[in-house]
């Protein structure tokens, strides 16, 4: 043991560059545009508000008695428990730095909310960027492992205080509370193992892992063991044990096997066709329509015979190792060619097994497969097409093509007849994709009279507005918060998700997916929860979330679950004997005021374009299995939707997917899909003159 309680001075100067990224990427900015330069504007005058408070330093101690057995390490005399610990060899492992650090203290309680969260956000950046620094000092010359720590790969948060018992967190004016929470909160605590220079790093699908019984338990699951042409009755008996790779989309087992399946599972149940539509009959072979969202994949297997349609499969979009959203994607094949490649294979391969697993379900021969049909989000349709999605990116945001695309099975390499049809779905424009374009068409949106919205909600957000005359459509970033990505104990709609909250005097009531054990929260539960949140008086019309005091006389059982964490604010929705209660944070209510503050700003933007006011609206259809689940009064109280009564918001379920089912099976409603776009006025809030303005405004309750 040696180096113990160092105190590095971290140059804010070498951390500039990374955290500017950072802010751009997490903010948002990296868009071009008038408006975008007034808050790049905005946000400048921050930086300088907080220039002398960025203060980057780190202390460490150096370990070189490290024991791993499975999912525990101990160093010194502490013991810690991270799963992905047991992806480590431990013949690799020679020492082990554990540090704490800070970037300083960025709060801004005086300041508008818009400034206090570019406050925020300039801190997040500044502190990830200091631990990068951190890692490139001690790893000067030798060899570091990821960096582990509370919060991070599965690692309880409560196990800062094991940190604190081998680093003196004190020595750079950190303090460890008794919940575990560093102050200043712009901190963060971890250890780097000192590895071989042949250490293979885990990947970062990993990173944000909870745990075991809180999240996805991904680690040391029984599954059938995988195998080509293997029949039922031979997996039912070749069991082993999975050893988790961190990639999610390879694996899609967690929880028992159950969790990211049943979420898949619930996407090909929401598929609704109009009531005029007919299917053509009498095409000899088989079709497949595909709805590929950047999360999920719907493939459905059609008899072209007799129009009916045989079977649904719902898988994970393997492209998700290479990033969560669009631009994360956009950002990785853009780093080499081979990237984009690698890209397309995948949701090739993804779509193959589909075919593959369908077919052999319904004995149907891959040759007897003679049309598919594909709907995605203007980058999914670029990466399955072989385009450069890269234009997407910058503005103005213009596709590499425009129109309907066709290919030949062979063209593109699905498990289908070599000369058979592929059609991909026109996008309407650089965000507005085929997805769109197809639930345009199985809500028959052209032919509506009457002043209506159509709102899908997805990893992002698209709008379109029609009036009887005109139709105009736009793309909000909305989606990350309500697919639980940017909430603290966000997760998919799956097993063991809160979908349902009712707030009943003292009482705080939930439901979960499968009726199974609370373990996070998903979208639908989200909006009810802010809801419930807002009519309570437990949330402010600033967002702010009340103090204990606020309840101490008139509702003291509520008022107990308003906590005060070091400056954070939360309220708790389950206690949990074993695990973290299941809370919401000061920052998720924030983020749900921004993401429901872009679809307000949008619809507002488009309304006034066409002349007409929130009140003139007469129906509002929610596509996308999201829409599908949200209470729609809670989703009214929060301003996620216009105020209409009840009965005129219509669920529409997988639109996506319902209109690549129609263009498969008649060939009108494939020709009406391809002149979608040419009726489609699309609408650029970034290039709206008061776009930004209705933006904060709407982001009150």
């Not at 545009?33 to 905005?42: A, L, S, T, V």
Request: with cysteine; glycine share 10%; aromatic share 6%.
């Amino acid at each position: 043991m040696k180096n113990q309680n160092v105190v590095v001075n971290i140059d804010k100067e070498a951390c500039k560059e990374t955290a500017n990224g950072l802010f751009t990427q997490n903010s948002g900015l990296h868009r071009s545009g008038k408006k975008q330069e007034r808050i790049k504007k905005n946000a400048e005058e921050i930086r300088e508000l907080i220039e002398d408070r960025i203060s980057p330093k780190a202390v460490y101690s150096f370990f070189d008695q490290v024991t791993l057995d499975g999912k525990e390490a101990t160093i010194g005399n502490h013991v810690f428990t991270c799963h992905a610990f047991e992806q480590l060899e431990s013949s690799q492992v020679k020492g082990a730095y554990v540090y704490v650090l800070t970037a300083g203290d960025f709060t801004l309680d005086d300041r508008p909310i818009m400034d206090q969260l570019l406050a925020d956000l300039w801190g997040t950046a500044f502190t990830d960027a200091a631990r990068e620094q951190l890692q490139i000092i001690l790893g000067e010359d030798q060899y570091l492992s990821n960096g582990f720590g509370p919060g991070f790969y599965g690692m309880d948060v409560n196990q800062m205080g094991d940190i604190a018992g081998l680093v003196d967190p004190g020595l750079i004016g950190i303090e460890v509370k008794s919940s575990s929470i560093l102050v200043p909160l712009k901190s963060c605590a971890g250890i780097f193992f000192l590895v071989d220079e042949d250490f293979k790093p885990i990947s970062s699908e990993c990173e944000d892992c909870r745990g075991t019984m809180t999240s996805c338990s991904l680690c040391n699951i029984k599954r059938m063991q995988e195998g080509k042409k293997m029949n039922n009755e031979k997996k039912k008996k070749e069991k082993t044990v999975f050893k988790c790779t961190g990639i999610c989309s390879q694996c899609g087992r967690c929880k028992n096997a159950g969790m990211i399946a049943g979420a898949n599972k619930r996407k090909t149940k929401l598929l609704t066709l109009p009531e005029d539509f007919v299917p053509a009959k009498g095409d000899q072979g088989y079709g497949f329509a595909f709805d590929v969202g950047t999360t999920t994949v719907v493939g459905m297997l059609v008899d072209l015979y007799t129009g009916e349609h045989l079977a649904s499969l719902a898988k994970t979009n393997p492209q998700n190792k290479h990033g969560l959203d669009v631009i994360s994607r956009i950002t990785f094949s853009n780093e080499g060619k081979e990237n984009l490649e690698l890209l397309h294979k995948d949701i090739v391969g993804c779509l193959n097994e589909i075919i593959d697993e369908l077919c052999e379900e319904h004995d149907v021969a891959n040759e007897a497969v003679l049309r598919v049909t594909f709907c995605g989000n203007t980058t999914m349709s670029h990466i399955f097409a072989g385009y450069d999605p890269i234009t997407l990116a910058f503005a103005p945001f213009a596709p590499a093509y425009t129109g309907t695309l066709m290919f030949k099975g062979k063209d593109l390499n699905l498990h289908m007849k070599d000369d058979g049809d592929i059609m991909v779905f026109p996008n309407i424009a650089g965000h507005v994709g085929g997805d769109i374009t197809s639930g345009i068409l199985a809500t028959r949106f052209l032919d509506i009279k009457e002043l209506t919205v159509f709102i899908d909600i997805g990893t992002n957000g698209e709008i379109a507005i029609t009036d009887g005359k005109k139709v105009l459509a736009c793309s909000t970033a909305a989606g990350p918060a309500f697919e639980g990505s940017a909430i603290y104990q966000g997760m998919r709609a799956a097993p063991g998700a809160i979908e349902k909250i009712q707030i009943e005097k003292e009482k705080v009531l939930f439901r979960t997916i499968d009726d199974v054990v609370p373990v996070g929260i998903c979208g639908s539960g989200l909006i009810d929860a802010i809801g419930e949140m807002i009519n309570a008086g437990i949330i402010k019309k600033t967002g702010r979330l009340a103090t204990p005091k606020d309840f101490a006389e008139k509702n003291p059982e509520i008022g107990e679950r308003l906590r005060e964490r070091d400056g954070n604010r939360e309220f708790v929705l389950v206690y949990k004997e074993d695990g973290e209660d299941i809370v919401i944070t000061q920052k998720d209510v924030r983020e749900v005021q921004l993401a429901k503050g872009a679809i307000s700003a949008g619809i507002s933007i488009m309304l006034d374009q066409l002349g007409a006011k929130k009140s003139d609206i007469k129906k509002v259809i929610v596509a996308g299995a999201f829409g599908s689940f949200i209470d729609k009064e809670s989703a009214i109280t929060i301003g996620l939707l216009p105020h209409v009564p009840l009965d005129d918001i219509i669920s529409a379920g997988n639109t996506a997917g319902a209109g690549t089912l129609m263009a498969l099976t008649n060939a009108d409603e494939a020709i009406t899909a391809k002149e979608i776009p040419n009726r489609v006025e699309h609408v650029e809030l970034a290039s709206t003159r008061d776009f930004q303005e209705k933006y904060v405004g709407a982001m009150a309750f």
